[in-house]
């Protein structure tokens, strides 16, 4: 195959592939979900809620989504647990976790990464960044 046919299968595929992407977003504080929804949902991503842990969990494995947004300051069961159960179910081995979280001590990332998330995202969320910060875990 030529290298000038390559590149236009390429950019074919590119313009083809669909940017739709099922996202769950796990977070209990209603006024970030809102943000991370709108701005997810404004970027023709369908968002999935769950307020908390148990809820995520069984979304994710109901719907198996491209993507998991996981807040870490969770009640009752905290986004480290929810991590580790998520990484438990098979259904979900290749869809990444971003962790999302206002700790900003040193050690958080690497917590995060060792419960199996694949990521990071800090709070606040940052409108103008978030979706490239989201779209390199897509
Ligand atoms: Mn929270």
Redo the contacts with the bound molecule.
Sequence with gaps: MGERQYVYIHFAVKIIKPMKNKILVI???EQ?LYLVSFILQAHGHEVFEAQNGHTGIELADKLVPDLILL?????VMDGYAVARNLRQNPKLTGVPIVAITSYAMVGDKEQTLAAGCTGYIEKPINPDTFMTEIESFL
């Design positions: 977070e209990d504080n970030n807040d870490i300051q969770l009640p």
